[in-house]
């Protein structure tokens, strides 16, 4: 059975920084596309990057020039690094991997973004 687990969420300052990130176990399946997704409370979930490779590679507006999404082939993973963050970040981050007919969602992980 395929999981993907994230972590890395946390409560943070606005101004700064976080990182999260997210592994798929239970598959040797090399996914075509992984990304992250957000949903703040009351808000419909919304896509935050995607990445199929390093030369396509996808972000909304709201953070463009200020996260970072990454994939590691070989450990099935993706990053998200996040910089400048702003209290309208707070959401659960979730992680998504597809391809093949395979779509796979996290359990979500928290970030929270106030002084």
């Known amino acids: 059975q395929v999981h993907l687990v994230e972590s890395g969420g946390g409560l943070v300052q606005p101004g700064g920084s976080l990182s999260v990130s997210c592994s798929a176990s239970?598959?040797?399946?090399?996914?075509?596309?992984m990304g992250w997704y957000r949903q703040a409370p009351g808000k419909q979930r919304e896509l935050v990057a995607t990445?199929?490779?390093?030369?396509?590679?996808n972000y909304a507006d709201s953070v463009k020039g200020r996260f970072t999404i990454s994939r590691h082939n070989v450990r099935n993973a993706v990053y998200l690094q996040m910089s400048s963050l702003k209290p309208e970040d707070t959401a659960v981050y979730y992680c998504?991997?597809?391809?093949?007919?395979?779509?796979?969602w996290g359990q979500g992980t928290q970030v929270t973004v106030s002084s």
């Open positions: 998504r991997a597809w391809g093949r007919g395979h779509d796979y």
């Open positions: 990445i199929i490779s390093i030369g396509n590679i």
């Open positions: 239970g598959t040797n399946f090399r996914f075509t596309a």
